[in-house]
């Protein structure tokens, strides 16, 4: 860690000016850079009590949730996608929901409901607003496309606007507030596709592969004897709140705004400066969100490693999961086979990054 932090003090006086690098407002700034790094180990340190392998996943969820944003993970069944979240949840202090979509979950046993309740005293009935497990810090949104797109769309308010109306009232949510879905394949039996609009509000699609050889080897050792691990809460909702507005105080050079701009509007079938395999393969592209996402994740991938300022390197590394939710493939890359993730990748290779400073 102490490499982190000469790393980061160097860093800083390099990137602001001296009168700036000299400030208050820096070393705090550093101060939170360093803890936040710190917080990244000791929250993968105490995930990994229980979760073996599957690095790249929990980096990714860390990264959502330092940016104070949406992810939902995508992975056949049995990957310990769930395990994943309800662990991060535990090795952080804050309220915590788990919601298991069903086909016939409506939208009120997600957000809540009206109840008339009569005052014993007054005898006057009146309706009362009964809150659903919406109202939580962290919510586990498990199999999310096991239920219809009107149940799934009610969460579209309370992912954007951070808050939940009912009739005529209007009801904050606690902050911190972040939705981490799980999702099994569209083409399993039993899934209906979320709408856009709601695939547009998560940050990252985090896919869980299967783990490797000796990976799954350890899993078996590891679950098939009497282990109880203990995780301990690493942050608290004031530390996590902390931290993501030091994330968004990380410097970014002008050729990092400008590559992600490129790559952006590189995916749109109709800009004039697209790839022939874009207009072959893709009815939309993504929209200035994905590019929000994505300097907003490469601040706190920057931080999370140790640097306090981004690089286009942090950009590539976002691409896919940033990008392959917000890209429409049509028929003829499906006849083909192209996914997005290869439609993503090629893009990254025929798109040069500029030199760093």
């Known amino acids: 860690m102490s490499e982190r932090n000469t790393s980061l003090d160097a860093q800083a006086s390099t990137i602001m000016p001296a009168s700036t690098a000299s400030g208050d407002q820096t070393e705090h700034d550093l101060q939170a850079a360093r803890r936040l790094a710190e917080a990244t180990q000791n929250l993968k340190a105490e995930m990994r009590q229980v979760i073996v392998g599957q690095d790249e996943v929990i ?7 330092f940016c104070g944003a949406h992810c939902f993970m995508v992975g056949v069944p049995g990957l ?23 086909p016939d979950l409506m939208p009120s046993d997600i957000t809540g409901t009206e109840v008339m309740q009569e005052n014993p005293e007054t005898g006057h009935r009146d309706f009362v607003f009964n809150q659903g497990p919406i109202f939580a810090n962290m919510i ?30 209007t009801f904050p949510l606690d902050k911190p507030f972040f939705v981490l879905a799980t999702q099994n394949p569209i083409e399993q039996e039993g899934t209906y596709p979320l709408p856009e609009a709601q695939l547009d509000r998560f940050m990252l699609n985090i896919l869980v592969n299967y783990p490797s050889r000796a990976e ?6 590891a679950t098939t004897v009497f282990r109880k691990a203990e995780v301990r809460a690493i942050l608290s909702a004031t530390d996590i709140l902390a931290l993501q507005d030091v994330v968004r105080r990380v410097p970014v050079g002008d050729h990092v705004f ?5 790559l952006v509007r590189r995916t ?18 993504a929209g200035p969100r994905a590019g929000q996402n994505l300097i907003l994740g490469a601040k706190a991938r920057a931080l999370m490693n ?10 590539a590394a976002l691409a896919l999961p940033v990008l392959r939710h917000r890209i429409v493939t049509n028929f003829t890359a499906e006849t083909e086979g192209k996914t997005p993730d290869e439609i993503v990748s090629r893009l990254l290779k025929e798109t040069p990054q500029p030199k760093e400073a």
């Open 268 to 285: 749109r079938p109709r800009e004039p400066d697209a790839p022939d395999f874009i207009r072959e393969w893709l009815d939309v592209g």
């Open 80 to 102: 310990a996608k769930t395990l994943m979240v309800s662990t991060l949840a535990k090795a952080l202090d804050l309220s915590f929901k788990r919601i298991q979509f069903t």
């Open 258 to 262: 400008e590559y992600t701009a490129t």
């Open 216 to 221: 799954e080897v350890a899993i078996y050792r």
């Open 59 to 65: 980096d990714q969820l860390l990264i959502a949730l």
């Open 140 to 169: 586990l949104a498990d199999e999310i496309n096991r239920t219809p797109p009107k149940t799934q769309a009610s969460l579209l308010e309370a992912m954007q606007e951070r808050q939940v109306t009912c009739g005529r009232e």
């Open 306 to 315: 140790g640097r306090f300022h981004t690089t286009c390197g942090d950009i």
